[in-house]
């Protein structure tokens, strides 16, 4: 079996800084893509931020400039640093990754259990 673990949530202050991290464990031969989506309440889940295998990083306007993803394959880690927090960035955030259990098996989505981002004063 394969899981993503999440830690870095929290709650910090208008214009503060968290790093969210993504660690997969278990039956791993690669790790594709790691993405980070996000849930505001009564809103649906949106892509915050990817990183393909090769580094590529694809972020939608909203947080651009603010949010930098990047992993550590030597860890199967992902992380998400977040700048200049604002209030609407308040969520919960779900890591995902394509994963490869062999070299013979295709890529397969995992996700995350969530951790909550609250951004408040």
């Known amino acids: 079996q394969v899981q993503l673990v999440e830690s870095g949530g929290g709650l910090v202050q208008p214009g503060g800084s968290l790093r969210l991290s993504c660690t997969a464990s278990g039956s791993i031969f690669s790790i594709d893509a790691i993405n980070w989506y996000r849930q505001a309440p009564g809103k649906t889940r949106a892509l915050v931020a990817q990183?393909?295998?090769?580094?590529?990083?694809n972020y939608p306007s909203s947080v651009k400039g603010r949010f930098t993803i990047f992993r550590d394959n030597a860890k199967n880690t992902g992380y998400l640093q977040m700048n200049n927090l604002q209030p609407e960035d308040t969520a919960v955030y779900y890591c995902?990754?394509?994963?490869?259990?062999?070299?013979?098996?295709?890529?397969?989505?995992?996700w995350g259990q969530g951790t909550q981002v609250t951004v408040s004063s």
């Open positions: 995902n990754a394509v994963i490869r259990r062999s070299e013979l098996t295709g890529p397969s989505d995992y």
């Open positions: 990183i393909t295998t090769a580094g590529t990083t």
